[in-house]
Each structure stands twice: as structure tokens, then as C-alpha cells.
């Protein structure tokens, strides 16, 4: 059986993509050792090194945005499977056509632990620019009694989720990766999703050997982990930083900035750090882009703050407490299970309950593991529970 793994921006920077696919390529050697499996992404060669399988062009995004190649060359594969993330909300219409495409060549198509926020990505359904001031106009038109804007966005929301319905009923199997997430899609119309885990909670620790220099020369510093997204930055990153600050006027700490984009987050972070008074007593990683090695840092970290919810996942594993700072629904889902909430949101963020949350955890971090153990428990038996799901599905055909 020749399996198509892809639905996710591959290739593209982000840390946490990169953890799951690996956990993902894994997963399915192991319950179909013998598929052939192919993994797409915006860096095949790369990719191909590292995970020792074969890599295709990144379908569905960027050059391929209207999926011509992806139309051309799906008829070569067996199976089709969207492979992760947080696709359903994220970009749920490149998932949906993707999906489509595939089904109408006859290719099985199946969902493999996506996750679904609360709310479809912004800056896909929510009306902007002219098209927004149009509709304003004709709010005022009604004397206010008609929100023209509230309604177009919720037939945009209506529309896409009816759709995703539509494409999910044909597919072989649904699995998503928390009970929130299908809670979002019984809500939409379709009630049939098994509920899994993310892959990510697979993820092997590097050696400690690959301990970066910079952090080498911290191993008697208490390292207060944080990564913040550039994807979706702090409307108010002053109050973070006058926060971080006073944090680090206790002797020993050292705040350790963790980019899961290299790239973006690396460059905003470094302006954040410059705009620190105690900027010396932080250090910025750099040029770390192995998932492996990103969780062997969060295990030298006492506590690590983050609004990426894959960073928070790799400490968990690590068993690292955590704080949430919440941008859509995936990080609070994540949360909660651990009996913790974030400490708000990008657009704002309290600071004095994260100071509050993080000498909790510096003082007492043993409360937080327990229950990190129990949940990381109840996560596994759910990836168990999916495997089985997988290998019923296509175990016969591999």
C-alpha cells in the first residue's frame, strides 16, 4: 500500500510540525510495516535524511496553493492521509479540497490526530479590508439593528463547517486529537470521530550529548523557558517583559528564549529580549530546529512558558511544568486536562497570575508531574487506541 502523509505545512520552520511528523512516520512503520510510505513537505531532501523514508513536493500550500500538483500526482497513492496539526481550524479549506481531490480519484482518505480550535483561523473568516467596509455601510443603512459583519462571518463559518462534514463522511476514519476537538466537529454536523492524541507525545529525547554549548554553560542556573509566537505576537509585550524582569531579579534564574520557528519567532524574541532591562541575564537559542533536541533543552528548563502549543507538549513529555498562554482554543484544551488554565491570551496576557503560576511551580513542581504522569497516561492509551483504529482501517491492504 503506497500512504501519502501530508495536510500540514511540512518544511516550513515550525518545530512542532516537524515533531509530529516524525512521531507520525514512526507510528506508521510500525503498524504498516509494509506501506510505502511518502512524506510531503517544502524540504523533501531534508526531510528524506532525516526520517529515512521518500519525501515529495509540499502539496496543498505555497506554490501548490491550488492543488494542481497535488491533482496530478494523488492517483499514484493508496491512501491519503492528513496527518496532523491543527488543520481543521487552522487552514480548513486547503484540508477540505485536499481531501476532495484525493476521494474523487479513488483514493481512501482518512484524518490522523488533527486538532480543531474553537474558532476558524481569522484571518481566513473573518471579513476584512473593503469587502468589510461595505458591509459596515450597510449595518448603518439598518440604523445598527442588522450586524452585516456578524452575519456574513458566521455563513463564511456555516459554510466551511458544513463542508468539512461533507468530504470527513468519506473518509475511511476520522481520528482527531482531543475530545474538544471532536466536541467542534459534532458541533459542525459530524459525530463520528474517534478521539486519539497528538503524535508528538511519541517524541524520543535527544542524547545529552546534543546539549547546545550556550546551554551547557547554564547548568547551575535555574532556566525559565518561554517561546512566544510571532504568528499571532503580544498586542502588549512591555508587561511580559517588565514581568520577565522582576522575575529575574531573584540570584540564579536565567529566562532561556526557545524559538519553534527559527526563523520568525527567533527574530521577534530577539527584539523582545533587547527591550528587557535585564536582558544579560537571557539567553537566545540559535539555529536549533531538531524536535529532539528542543525537548532535551525543555528538560534542563525548571519551568517553560509558551503560546506554541507543540513547546508546551515537548516539556510535558519531559515531564517540565508548564504555562499556557493561550491564542485559539488548543492550548486551554491542553491545559485543562492537567487541571491548569493559560494566563490569558496574545491580546492579553496576566502577568501577575503568571508570576503567581510560575513561582508555584519553581517552589512546588511536584504536583504538576503527578498529574503530567496521570494525563500522559490517559494521552498514551488513547494513541494505543488509535493505532488499533489505523490498523483496522488499513491494516488488510498494507
Known amino acids: 500500500m503506497k500512504i ?4 500540514i505545512p511540512l518544511g516550513c520552520d515550525n518545530i512542532g510540525d516537524e515533531a509530529i511528523i516524525a512521531c507520525v512516520a514512526a507510528i506508521f512503520r510500525r503498524v504498516l510495516p509494509q506501506a510505502e510510505l511518502t512524506v510531503s513537505t517544502a524540504q523533501p531532501e531534508e526531510t528524506a535524511r532525516k526520517l529515512q523514508l521518500r519525501c515529495v513536493m509540499l502539496y496543498g500550500f505555497g506554490a501548490d496553493a491550488k492543488c494542481r500538483a497535488f491533482r496530478r500526482d494523488i492517483g499514484d497513492y493508496d491512501c491519503y492521509v492528513w496527518a496532523g496539526a491543527t488543520g481543521l481550524s487552522d487552514y480548513p479549506a486547503t484540508g477540505a479540497r485536499m481531501l476532495e481531490i484525493a ?16 474558532v476558524l483561523n481569522p484571518a481566513f473568516f473573518e471579513v476584512r479590508g473593503k469587502k468589510r467596509l461595505l458591509l459596515r455601510a450597510l449595518s448603518r443603512c439598518s440604523f445598527e439593528t ?10 463564511l463559518d456555516r459554510r466551511m463547517r458544513q463542508q ?8 475511511a476514519a476520522v481520528i482527531v486529537r482531543d475530545q474538544q476537538s471532536r466536541d467542534e466537529l459534532c458541533r459542525s454536523g459530524y459525530p463520528a470521530a474517534v478521539v486519539g492524541a497528538d503524535s508528538a507525545l511519541l517524541l524520543p529525547t535527544a542524547p545529552e550529548e546534543a546539549v547546545p554549548p550556550e546551554l551547557s554553560v547554564l547548568a547551575d542556573r535555574c532556566l525559565i523557558g518561554v517561546c512566544i509566537s510571532a504568528q499571532s505576537p503580544l498586542r502588549d509585550p512591555k508587561r511580559l517583559q517588565a514581568c520577565l524582569d ?7 534564574r536565567q529566562v532561556l528564549f526557545i524559538p519553534m520557528n527559527p526563523v520568525t519567532d527567533h527574530a521577534w524574541m530577539a ?8 536582558c544579560e541575564q537571557t539567553t537566545l537559542l540559535t539555529g536549533q530546529d531538531d524536535p529532539a533536541v528542543v525537548q532535551l533543552i525543555a528538560s ?3 519551568v517553560i512558558i509558551s503560546s506554541r502549543l507543540h513547546l508546551l507538549i515537548l516539556a510535558s513529555n519531559v515531564g517540565t511544568p508548564v504555562i499556557g498562554i493561550a491564542r485559539g482554543s488548543k492550548i486551554d484544551n491542553f491545559l485543562a486536562a492537567l ?11 496576566d502577568v501577575t497570575r503568571l508570576r503567581a503560576d510560575v513561582e508555584e511551580l519553581l517552589a512546588s513542581p511536584d504536583e504538576f508531574r503527578r498529574a503530567n504522569e496521570r494525563c500522559r497516561a490517559e494521552w498514551l492509551a488513547r494513541l494505543a487506541a488509535a493505532e488499533q483504529c489505523l490498523r483496522a482501517t488499513l491494516g488488510r491492504g498494507d
Open 103 to 118: 476521494q474523487a480519484a479513488g483514493v481512501k482518505t482518512l484524518l490522523w490526530n488533527v486538532g480543531m480550535n474553537s
Open 146 to 155: 442588522f450586524d452585516a459583519v456578524r452575519y456574513y462571518e458566521k455563513v
Open 271 to 278: 527584539d523582545f529580549r533587547r527591550g528587557m532591562a535585564r
Open 246 to 252: 522582576d522575575m529575574l531579579a531573584e540570584p540564579g
Open 300 to 302: 534542563r528548563c525548571a
Open 4 to 7: 501519502l502523509l501530508g495536510g
Open 339 to 349: 487541571g491548569r488554565r493559560s494566563v490569558g491570551n496574545v491580546n492579553d496576557c
Open 164 to 171: 468539512l462534514c461533507q468530504v470527513l463522511a468519506k473518509c
